[in-house]
């Protein structure tokens, strides 16, 4: 038998190319479930992967993806059955392992999570890792005792994957949005997921050398990092909490004291979902089916195939690419 997939390949030069191949199914790697995978998504880590930087695939020639959904066709595990609905973001599949770029896939029973009944596989995938890493930054502040009742959210790298879930996840839960972005053309996109404020990026990327500024925030998700993500710090209100869940300005913070943590006693929450114990995933994607609006999720998607990935990688990487990217791995 054989499967299509996008093949990463280097040549004796360095040079890294990709291209959708025709693969016999002795090519995938050892594992415990075998699935047909019917949908992946695109993140930033796959445009790294696609375009062999950031040092994340140490082995070529690779089939990225570092999410997917579809239907087991064989299982050596008995937790999962010919026919059961799967998921799976995280574990460095995609990365180090091969992924879910092709219409078949082998891999460790525990890597993968049953798909809640309420989703389909094409919705899992519109929410992929960015949503699942959404809804824990949500879980993470909720636990940290944010309520909206305490005032104001904010959400950087708001037109993004992780952004735009998590702006439909806190405004479906009631909380006032306030989110941020470089793209003014992206506003009315904003305030139909549910942001009640948009922030124009400029007002918070500048760095600052006061240890505070004005309180405003009860709480952010900051996809950012940077110098943006010390100004929104320096903002927050006292007992205020900040999720990080990206490095899109850099991973320094040079502009920052702890000033914030002494005298606000402001908490920073690191999100990880790549790692992330199985239980806890189950319980995140539960909330999702639960608490994220699926008409919301819908105006996010741009559905596109295999062979659209190599010019996509690209505009990830440069910040081209709005909301959720859905890849039919069949079409």
Not at 53 to 66: D, E, M, Q
Request: proline content about 5%; overall charge negative; charged content about 25%.
């Amino acid at each position: 038998m054989t499967f299509q997939a996008l093949l990463v390949e280097k040549g004796a030069d360095g040079a890294v190319s990709a291209s959708v191949q025709e693969l016999d199914d002795s090519r995938l790697p050892d594992g415990d479930v075998t699935v047909a995978v019917e949908y992946s998504t695109l993140n930033y880590k796959d445009g790294l992967c696609i375009n062999g930087k950031g040092g994340l695939v140490r082995a070529f020639p690779h089939v990225p993806g570092v999410d997917f959904a579809g239907t087991v066709e064989a299982s050596d595990d008995p937790r999962y059955r010919p026919g059961d609905r799967v998921v799976l973001t995280g574990w460095r599949v995609g990365e180090v392992w091969w992924g879910g770029y092709a219409t078949r896939a082998k891999v460790k029973a525990d890597w993968l999570v049953p798909l809640p009944e309420e989703l389909s596989t094409r919705q899992a995938m519109a929410i992929g890792t960015a949503g699942l890493t959404s809804m824990m930054s949500v879980i993470a502040l909720e636990e940290a005792g944010l309520s909206p009742l305490k005032g104001e959210v904010l959400v950087t790298g708001a037109a993004g994957g992780v952004g735009s879930v998590a702006v439909a996840l806190l405004a479906r839960l009631g909380y006032s949005v306030a989110a941020v972005t470089g793209r003014p053309e992206a506003a009315g996109y904003l305030k139909e997921l549910g942001a009640e404020t948009i922030v124009d990026r400029g007002e918070l990327s500048e760095a600052s050398s006061k240890p505070l500024e004005s309180e405003r925030w009860a709480g952010a998700v900051d996809a950012v990092g940077g110098d943006m993500l010390a100004r929104v710090l320096k903002q927050m209100k006292y007992d205020g909490a900040v999720a990080a869940v990206g490095l899109a300005a850099g991973a320094a913070v040079p502009s920052f004291t702890v000033i914030p943590f002494l005298l606000r006693g402001v908490s920073l929450l690191g999100i990880d979902s790549v790692m992330r114990p199985y239980d806890q995933r189950v319980d995140a994607w539960n909330r999702i089916a639960a608490d994220l609006p699926m008409d919301k999720l819908e105006a996010m998607v741009v559905e596109h195939r295999l062979s659209d990935l190599p010019e996509l990688a690209g505009r990830i990487l440069e910040g081209k690419v709005k909301g959720r990217v859905v890849i039919d791995v069949n079409a």
